[in-house]
């Protein structure tokens, strides 16, 4: 039997729900296939084509936060399949307090998952029982594994393991090697794409960590035969771990960096969404927010596209069919799309309270002087310490706290100079510039 959904209020425009999710998309999945990825070829093409012919890689994307790294990891991993490697839809992320053990754990955990998944016959073998036994400990609670958040056979693996067996370093090294030999002389396959993600949200110290672990993994972990790895992260994040030791640079090819996507590509993006999200397959969704609408936010989100969906999924939340008259039964698809005045209000004041509900007093008062001063200024800490009248490591603090809760960004550095400091779509909102 099926069962019928419920009714929700983007049926007036022909979509069975919000078309603005902001996961990221994933194969076969029925309301966020890769069907509706756009753009993005030669960036694409450009990954895909360095992992031939070489028995191991190793390649970084950078790009800010929400600009689309990991869904574009996605596409290629599902390309990188096609070619006859081995990709899963998990991601190994780093995360804070990591060691080589713990990460090494964690990624052995997430090639034996990776080779179960493409090939489930290949759990008899000898060297994925060796691999078994240590994920399993690295795993468990206890005998000597530590708190570990790993939905086994879950599609996304965010958690694992923050402690690891003490000897994972001494024989891990080998049954990875087993590992890789082994879908390698099964035939036909020519390595194991494993997707390193999450350097965004890491602190300038956890990235020196990520880098130390890179480092001491690199000849038993990196450099395996066999594996091909892709690191991502905001620009800076990115070259910030690659860089800090030539060994590890040396190794990496130079890290590709995505560009936000342009105006005419973002309409795709949700032209594609509508269609696929609609309700009646025999009629056209109508677009719930109208064009123009788009073009102001995806301005003021510069590039953010997670940002710009959560804006758009929001104010529309506030907005459809409130302030217009209802449609009636004779014409049920005369409710218009959300108008940007509409839009930018509803935002202003939901942003507005979201920001008193998030942020304490010492955060909310530095962000409205800046508010007040130019909502579309471009500023260092320096800048920003006669603005706010703070001392360096004041402004560090307030900076680093609105940086994490996604009311400032930091602009990629460009060479030696002082990096620079720009307010969010979400604090543009609350400024009231856009509208
Ligand atoms: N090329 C693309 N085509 C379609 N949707 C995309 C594309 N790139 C990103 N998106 C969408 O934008 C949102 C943010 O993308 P994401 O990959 O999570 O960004 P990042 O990893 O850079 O922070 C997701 O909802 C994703 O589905
Ligand atoms: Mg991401």
Sequence with gaps: MSIPALPTVWNVYNLRGSPFFQDTLVQKHDHRSLDLFVGRQAELDSLRRYLHGRDGTRQALGGVSGVGKTTLVQMLKVQAVADHYFATETLVPFMTGDTPET??????????????????????????????????????PTGGGGLSLFGFGSSFAKGVTLTAPKGILIDGPRVLRDLLTMIREAGEVRG????????????????????????????????????????????????????K???????????????????????????????HWRLDRKRAASPPVEPAAIDRLFEAFQGDLRGLLKALDDGAEECIGLRHPIASAASPSSVPPVALAELAEALQARYYALMHSELDKPRVGPLEQW????????????????????SQGGVSQVLSDLVGAGYVFAHPRKGKGAIQYGLSGKSRLIGGIVG
């Excluded at 179960?116 to 759990?123: E, F, K, Y």
């Excluded at 480092?215 to 771990?241: F, K, W």
């Design 371 to 390: 508010l007040r001063h130019d909502p579309a200024a471009v500023v260092t800490q320096k800048e920003l310490m006669s603005l706010w009248s703070l």
């Design 103 to 140: 990460f090494f754990g964690r990624v052995l955990g997430a090639v034996y998952e990776t080779i179960l998944a493409n090939r489930p016959m290949s759990g008899g073998n000898p060297a994925m029982q060796a691999a078994q036994q240590m994920v399993r400990a690295a795993r468990l």
């Design 245 to 275: 030791y030539p060994q590890i640079r040396n190794v990496f090819r130079t890290p590709v960096h995505l560009q936000p996507l342009d105006l005419p590509e973002v309409h795709e993006l949700l032209r594609v969404r509508y269609h």
């Design 192 to 243: 194991l794409l494993l997707h390193l993600n999450n350097l965004e949200n890491l602190t300038t110290g956890d990235l020196a960590v990520a880098a130390d672990v890179l480092l001491s993994l690199r000849d038993n972990l990196l450099m395996q035969e066999g594996l091909h790895v892709i690191l991502v992260g905001t620009t800076d994040a990115v070259h910030d771990v690659v860089n």
